[in-house]
C-alpha cells in the first residue's frame, strides 16, 4: 500500500513526510556510494529538486552536498594548490583575488553560478574604472577555478567562458619615444645638473630593455665588464606580502626573463661612469636583501631604488624639459615640442623599437628582452612605420626586381 502524506497524497520510493510536515527524499548518489537527502516544505518543490537530482545523476554529476556547497571561492584555492606558479605570482593572484573577488562572486556556490552573474560581476568592475587588463587578469583567475568544478562533474558548465567580453577601460597605448625625442631626452639629462646623476640609469635602460625589477635588482656581481654582458636570474619587488611592504627578491616573471644580455658600448660606459658616480657619493654597500648585496642603483641610504622612484624621476625629467621647452618655444615663436609621458615601461618599449627599427634577428631581440612569448616582440616589430623605415624596406625591391 502506498504511503500518503498528510493530505492524502500518494508518495513515490525515497519520498517522506516528517512529523513536522517537512517532505524528505532520500536517494543514493553512485558516485560516492552516500546516501543522500533533499527538504521543502512543499512536495511539489520538492519533486521539482528530485527531478534535478535525476537529471544530475543520469549525467554523471555530483550530488553529493559536501561537493554542491562547494564555493568559487574553494575552487580557487584548488586551483592553486593545482598549478605551478612563481611564488610572487600566486602572492599577487591572492592578493587580487582577496582584493575583487573574494568578498563578492567568490562567496557564491559553484552550482548557482549562472554565465549571467559573471558578466555582472565585470560589468560591476567596468563600472569602477578598472582597466580591461585588471579584468582580463581576474578572468584568468576565475574561468580555470570554474574548470575544476566541471572536471570534477560538479557543474555542467564553466559560467565564465565566453564572459570577458570587453568590460573595462581601454587599455592605455604605451607609445615607445622616437629617435628624436630618445636623443633630445639624453641630451637634457646629460647637460642638466640636477638631472645628470640620472644619465647612466636612462642609458642602462634605453639599451638594454631591462625590466624596472630588474634594473633595480641589479648587483655589481651581475654586470662582467671584461665579458661585457650582464646576467638577469632575479628581480626585485617592493609589495606586501604580509609582512608589510618590503622589497623581495623574485625570479623573472617567466623562464625566458633569466638571460645574459650583451653590452653595447654605451652601455659598458654607462656602467662605468655609475661605478664612479655610486663611489663619489660615498653610498654604501652593505646593504642585504635575501642574500642580493652591492647594489648598482641606490637611494642614499644604499637601498636599492623604489620601483616608483624610478618613475617620480622620469616624470620630474619631463616636467621640467617640457617648462623649458615652452619657455624657449615662446621666445623663439614657435609651438613647443613637448616630450610625452615617460615610465620605465616605456623606456623597456622604447629599447625594443630601437632594436627593431635597426632590423636586428628578431629570435635576438625575444632573447634580449626576455619575452617568453615572440608575439609580444612581433606586436613591436609590426608597429614600427616610420616614413624611413617604410622608404628603406621598399628599396630593398630594386635588389629583387628586374626591368
Known sequence: MARKDNRGRNLKTGESQRKDGLYMYRYKDERTGRRLAVYSPDLAELRRKEKEIDKDLDEGLLTDTEFRNMTLNDLFQIHLDTIKLAESTKKNYCRMWDSLVKDDLGQMKAVQVRPSHVRLFYSKLSKQKYAHNTIKYI???????????????????????????????????????????????????????????????????????????????????????????VSVDHQLTYKNYGDGCNFHKTLPKTQAGIRVIPMSK????????????????????????????????????????????????????????????????????????????????????????????????????????????????MDVYNHVTDQERIVREIAKLDEVQVM
Open 139 to 229: 578572468h584568468n583567475m576565475i574561468h580555470p577555478s570554474f574548470e575544476i568544478a566541471v572536471k570534477d562533474d560538479i557543474i555542467r558548465k564553466n559560467p565564465a567562458k565566453r564572459a570577458l567580453g570587453d568590460y573595462g577601460e581601454p587599455v592605455k597605448k604605451r607609445t615607445a619615444l622616437t629617435l628624436d625625442q630618445q636623443r633630445k631626452l639624453l641630451a637634457f639629462v646629460r647637460d642638466h645638473e640636477n638631472f645628470v646623476v640620472h644619465l647612466p640609469m636612462l642609458q642602462i635602460m634605453i639599451g638594454t630593455g631591462l625590466r624596472c625589477g630588474e634594473l633595480i635588482g641589479l648587483t655589481w656581481k651581475d654586470v662582467d665588464m671584461k665579458k661585457s654582458t
Open 266 to 377: 654605451m652601455v659598458g660606459k654607462a656602467f662605468e661612469t655609475q661605478r664612479r658616480l655610486n663611489f663619489q657619493l660615498g653610498i654604501p654597500r652593505d646593504v642585504e636583501i635575501d642574500g642580493l648585496s652591492d647594489f648598482i642603483f641606490m637611494s642614499r641610504s644604499g637601498r636599492p631604488m623604489m620601483p616608483s622612484s624610478v618613475n617620480f624621476i622620469l616624470r620630474d625629467i619631463v616636467k621640467t624639459y617640457n617648462q623649458e621647452e615652452r619657455e624657449r618655444a615662446k621666445r623663439e615663436k614657435r609651438k613647443p615640442e613637448e616630450m610625452p609621458h615617460i615610465s620605465a615601461h616605456i623606456l623597456r618599449h622604447t629599447a625594443c623599437t630601437r632594436m627593431a627599427e635597426t632590423d636586428l634577428d628578431i629570435k635576438v631581440v625575444q632573447y634580449v628582452m626576455g619575452h617568453a612569448n615572440i608575439s609580444v616582440t
